[in-house]
């Protein structure tokens, strides 16, 4: 449409064409302006104290709150991503950090040995090919990085992160990823490769992060970053219009369960108390395996050079190379392949050369261990999300014949790392399944190619970032690519507006740039709604309903069952007066009302259940005879010697209490008496324990 005055036009022409004109630039303000009132500096979405300098966030409106006619939350759900992984690998592989007290120009600044020009950028040239050489300055110009193809620099800027939950994300699952083989062979690093204490690491920094983010918007709880533990907590974030971050872990020998020549490194109790420990930092799914075969199970392989290398690394870890067979079923693992890695093999000792391998065998010998189905239950027990992805088929068959025969829906693939073969049996299960941050035609197109299988399952989509993950994201279309992303455009819940986002001197395009950073992502979804259409958008937006609608059937799976009914149970002491009736422990978990443990009278006498291996607990019913505590506690115990306090009271009124408190594992649990409310002792006809 040209606003050009064309020739010979009458006056009474150039007034029609005026008015037209006004009323088009109207109509476009009210389409393209923000709704009322969002561009209030005091609206609830924006901080009262920014560091400045600091980066753009380039979006306004009110981020939309509630639930949908149904009473479903709404928004999309990023299934993937490593906030935290540049404390990973030895703390130099990923350059710059999420966020800094020192502020943008501390975070978004290069590795010290990047500098001046990359030249020893080594882990840049081995991923991306090159030389590695770049101008390593980041906060204010960004000339090269971040980028697409760039994969060791800061993707994750907390600022970037604020921008993808303007644009309409609302769950954010933060792996914590590492691998100590990778680090151990890093020529850089400062500090230790041990797996577990860079896990822990990575989950003190996000919480670290919710603090900062916090204090810019007025104190704890205020701000829209928010760590959750269970989907009550999570369905609230998400209806406050906020986002709900939860932790998983992607790492390759969790626990220390790794092996050597084919022997394992860990043993059950290993794995209760690295289960015990992530879930008590709040970690809520997690890989069993990634990259190497470890002592839990086999590993779907990656292919090409990259492939070469990592099964180096499988070797430098275990003393084996991955081992392959002929596949039983339509599944497979992804192919080998022969290319060379050269930076790699150089690791090897000397005489030892990467095997060949049969095309025709394309399956990994090892499955699901021992060790891995006891992991695979012990999860189970703690109500926490396996993901399957990484895992060999052989391991993954069992693993879905274990979640079947218990009827578990906890079962997540996040990005794309699943044979497709396995889907439906994902879904009929009740687990979630999201997609890797594709280019927007190869994104959509495998999008719709699940259609009829969301449709049968009434199930939303999700996709994986896998920011800061080492893997690559979409590259720019072109700038005359016929249906370009157009600046500014609504978000798909249509209240709020998104333009090119601006760090310091450099201002990013998808079209021109692609995904370059995870603040791109909302431009990616109005790339995707261009390509292939508002239909996968709209499915899209359904992921968070979806992914806690997974996450809640696990929580509540066996949720009624008693973990305390029939249990060894002891206690401090047992009133004795009557030969012929027991008060002995085991009575309160005889499930037998007309039976009751009695202590002595005095206070601060226990009643201690065992029960029998780590379950989640999050409920206690008591149900007291005439003789209950006035004041009382509820401890928990992983070795039935260190106990930790979860719930107390010093008001007890008798009859049936509840104590309810969020959900932290345990194998034994402890009913602590304080204070008497009679002058007879502590009387327990029945004692429940349940994880719900």
């Known amino acids: 449409m040209s606003l050009t005055r064309p020739p010979h036009s009458s006056p009474t022409r150039r007034r029609r064409a005026l008015a037209v004109l006004s009323l088009l630039l109207a109509t476009m303000a009210m389409l393209l302006g923000p709704a009322p009132g969002s561009a209030a500096d005091d609206g609830w979405w924006n901080p009262i104290a920014r560091p400045q300098p600091d980066s753009a ?74 030389d590695g050489k770049h101008d390593p300055n980041g906060w204010p110009t960004f000339k090269d990085w971040p980028a697409h193809d760039s994969l060791t620099h800061q993707q994750n800027y907390y600022a970037w992160v604020e921008r993808a939950w303007r644009g309409g994300q609302r769950v954010l699952v933060n792996d914590l990823v590492t691998n100590g083989v990778i680090c151990s062979v890093y020529f850089f690093k400062d500090r230790s490769c041990d797996e577990m204490t860079s896990i822990r690491l990575q989950a003190q920094k996000t919480y670290e992060m919710q603090a900062y983010i916090d204090k810019m918007f007025g104190g704890p709880g205020k701000g829209w970053f928010r760590i959750v533990t269970d989907t009550a907590q999570a369905r609230e974030v998400i209806e406050q219009g906020k986002l709900a971050v939860v932790l998983g872990v992607e790492t390759s020998e969790p626990f220390g369960c790794k092996q050597i020549l084919d022997i394992a490194q860990c043993d059950r109790a290993d794995i209760d108390r690295g289960l015990d420990e992530l879930h008590r930092l709040g970690v809520r799914s997690m890989f069993l395996c990634h990259k190497f075969d470890n002592a839990l199970c086999g590993v779907r392989f990656d292919s090409g050079a990259l492939g070469t290398a990592i099964n180096v690394g499988q070797f430098l870890s275990t003393g084996t190379f991955w081992k392959t067979e002929k596949c ?69 068959g069992r693993a879905f014949d274990i979640l079947e025969s218990e009827s578990y829906p906890g079962v997540i693939s996040s990005h794309s790392w ?66 370009p992303v157009r600046y500014p455009f609504r978000t798909t819940d249509g209240g709020s507006v998104v333009d090119r986002q601006t760090t310091g001197q450099r201002s990013w395009d998808l079209n021109t740039d692609g995904a370059s950073h995870v603040g791109l992502v909302p431009d990616w979804i109005e790339d995707i709604r261009l390509v292939g259409g508002q239909g996968v958008v709209d499915d899209l937006f359904r992921g968070a309903e979806s992914y806690l609608d997974t996450w809640g059937a696990s929580e509540r799976h066996r949720a009624g069952v008693n973990l305390a009914s029939g249990r060894a ?121 349940y994880s719900s």
């Not at 690998?89 to 501390?106: H, N, Q, Y």
Request: aromatic share 10%; proline share 4%.
């Open 57 to 130: 966030i380039n979006v306004t409106g009110e981020p939309f709150k509630g639930t949908n006619a149904q009473g479903e939350v709404r928004g999309f759900v990023d299934a993937h991503n490593h906030l935290m992984s540049n404390e990973a690998f030895g703390g130099r592989l990923i350059c710059g950090k999420t966020f800094s007290e020192l502020g943008v120009a501390d975070a978004l600044k290069d590795c010290p040995e990047h500098y001046p020009d990359g030249s020893l950028a080594i882990f840049d040239f081995i991923t991306k090919g090159g």
């Open 328 to 396: 039983t079923g339509p599944q497979h693992d992804n192919p080998i392949g022969l290319a060379a890695a050269p930076a790699a093999q150089k690791e090897l000792p000397a005489g030892v050369t990467v095997p060949a391998y049969a095309s025709d065998a394309q399956c990994n010998t090892r499955g699901l261990t021992e060790l891995g189905e006891y992991a695979v239950r012990g999860m189970m027990k703690r109500k926490m999300m396996l993901e399957i992805d990484h895992m060999s088929v052989k391991a993954a």
């Open 418 to 483: 699943m044979d497709d073969n396995w889907t439906e049996r994902l879904y009929r299960l009740g687990g979630f399944a999201a997609q890797y941050m594709n280019g927007a035609e190869a994104f959509s197109g495998e999008a719709k190619s699940k259609d009829a299988l969301r449709e049968k399952y009434n199930v939303g989509y999700g996709y994986g970032t896998d920011m800061n993950g080492v893997g690559g994201w979409p590259g720019p279309r072109g700038a005359d690519t016929p249906n």
């Open 569 to 689: 149970a002891s206690a401090s002491t047992t009133e004795w007066w009557n030969p012929f009736v027991s008060y002995a422990p085991g009575r309160a978990v005889d499930g037998d009302q007309g039976t009751r443990w009695a202590s002595e009278w005095r206070d601060g006498e226990w009643l201690r259940i065992d029960l029998g291996e780590p379950q989640l607990v999050k409920r206690v019913t008591l149900d007291w005879e005439r003789a209950y505590g006035k004041a009382y506690r509820i401890e928990v115990s992983d070795d039935g010697a260190a106990w930790r306090t979860v719930w107390s009271t010093d008001a007890g009124d008798g009859g049936l209490d509840t104590a309810r408190f969020a959900g932290t594992t345990a194998r034994y649990l402890r009913v602590q008496g304080v204070q008497r409310a009679t002058d007879w002792g502590y009387s327990l006809h029945e004692v429940g324990v």
